[in-house]
C-alpha cells in the first residue's frame, strides 16, 4: 500500500509570507498606500522645520557677514564634517540595499546591511559628541548667554555658534531616532518579518533616513566650508 505524504515536517510560513491587513483597510495595497503617504506627509514636516533653520541661517549671514566669514575655520573641523558624510552617505547606501534585500527575500544579506546602517549612525554620533560637541562644551563655545569663549574674533561669533548647536543638535537627535528606529527593523528582520511581499516598514524607514541624511548634505557645506 501505497504511503501518504505527510505535512508534519512541512516549513512553517515565514511571519513575512503571510502579510497581515488591518482590519480598517480593504486590501493590502490600499494600507501600503496610506502607510506611504503618511510618512511623506511627515518628511514634509521635517523639511519645514530645518527650514527655518536655513532661513535663520541666510538671514543672519546677511546681517553680520563678518561674523560667518572664516566661521568654520575658528570653531569647526571640515575633515570630522567630512568624515560624518561620507559615513551618512555610506548609511544611505545600504539601508537601500536592506529594501532591495528583503524584495529578493535575502535574508542575511538584509540584517548585515541594517546592522552597518545602524553602525554608521552611531558612529556619526560618537564623532560629533567627542570630537566636537565636548571639546566646545570645555571651552564654552556655546551658544547665546553660555558663549564664555576668551579667542572670540568678534561681538557676533556666538550668532553662528548658536545656529550650528542648534541645526546640528536637531539633526543629531533625529539621527538617534533612526537608530532606534533602525534597530526595530533588525529585530523584526531577525524574525523573518520582511520579505518580497512586506516590506513597506524598511521603505518608510529608509525614507526617513534618506531625508536625515539629505539634510546633512545642506549643511555640511553652510557651517563646515564657509
Not at 49 to 61: K, P, Q, S, W
Not at 113 to 120: D, E, G, K, V
Not at 148 to 165: N, P, R
Request: charged share 15%; aromatic share 16%.
Amino acid at each position: 500500500m501505497a504511503s501518504i505524504p505527510s505535512d508534519h515536517n512541512a516549513r512553517p510560513a515565514a511571519p513575512h509570507e503571510n502579510p497581515v491587513v488591518a482590519s480598517h483597510f480593504r486590501s493590502k495595497a490600499e494600507q501600503e498606500d496610506a502607510g506611504k503617504m503618511g510618512m511623506w506627509l511627515f518628511l514634509t514636516t521635517e523639511v519645514l522645520l530645518f527650514g527655518g533653520f536655513f532661513c535663520a541661517y541666510a538671514v543672519f549671514r546677511m546681517l553680520y557677514p563678518e561674523t560667518f566669514e572664516g566661521a568654520s575655520a575658528k570653531f569647526l573641523d571640515w575633515r570630522i564634517g567630512a568624515i560624518n558624510t561620507v559615513v551618512l552617505l555610506l548609511s544611505s547606501f545600504t539601508v537601500a540595499m536592506s529594501i532591495r534585500n528583503a524584495q529578493l527575500n535575502q535574508q542575511w544579506w538584509l540584517r548585515i546591511n541594517l546592522i552597518i546602517t545602524i553602525a554608521c549612525a552611531i558612529f556619526f554620533l560618537v564623532t560629533k559628541l567627542w570630537l566636537e560637541y565636548w571639546p566646545k562644551i570645555v571651552e564654552g563655545k556655546l551658544p547665546g548667554t553660555f558663549f564664555t569663549y576668551s579667542g572670540a574674533m568678534t561681538d557676533h561669533d556666538q550668532i553662528f555658534l548658536s545656529i550650528y548647536w542648534t541645526a546640528t543638535a536637531t539633526h543629531g537627535l533625529h539621527v538617534l531616532i533612526g537608530v532606534f528606529l533602525l534597530t526595530w527593523l533588525l529585530v523584526r528582520a531577525w524574525k523573518l518579518h520582511f520579505g518580497p511581499k512586506t516590506y513597506l516598514a524598511l521603505e518608510n524607514v529608509g525614507l526617513y533616513w534618506h531625508v536625515v541624511d539629505l539634510i546633512w548634505i545642506f549643511l555640511f557645506p553652510l557651517l563646515y566650508l564657509v
